[in-house]
Nanobody
Framework: QVQLVESGGGLVQAGGSLRLSCAASGSIFSINAMGWYRQAPGNQREWVAVITIGGSTNYADSVKGRFTISRDNAKNTVYLQMNSLKPEDTAVYYC?????????WGQGTQVTVSS
């Protein structure tokens, strides 16, 4: 079992920045990749970014160049630095990790970008 707890969401004006954090606990020795998804009202959940335990990263085209994913393996924490935020980035952001064939999700943190 893996538990994921996000923090760092909030309200920001367009062009601003936020940093999300996700702390993992439980069977953390099994964790390889960790990432972020988001879901806006009325939309399906969409993938945002992923990072492997070795530090390889990948991003959705919509956030490439603006968002940066990183992780601190010693703290079992993954971060999402979000810069140049746009109103269309408004969503609930979820931390995610696949372990032993199961997908684990955090409770989500709300990010609201005002125009």
């Amino acid at each position: 079992q893996v538990q994921l707890v996000e923090s760092g969401g909030g309200l920001v004006q367009a062009g601003g920045s936020l940093r999300l954090s996700c702390a993992a606990s439980g069977s953390i020795f099994s964790i390889n990749a960790m990432g972020w998804y988001r879901q806006a009202p009325g939309n399906q959940r969409e993938w945002v970014a992923v990072i492997t335990i070795g530090g390889s990263t990948n991003y959705a085209d919509s956030v490439k160049g603006r968002f940066t994913i990183s992780r601190d393996n010693a703290k079992n924490t993954v971060y999402l630095q979000m810069n140049s935020l746009k109103p269309e980035d408004t969503a609930v952001y979820y931390c995610w990790t696949p372990v032993a064939g199961r997908q684990y999700w955090g409770q989500g943190t709300q990010v609201t970008v005002s125009s």
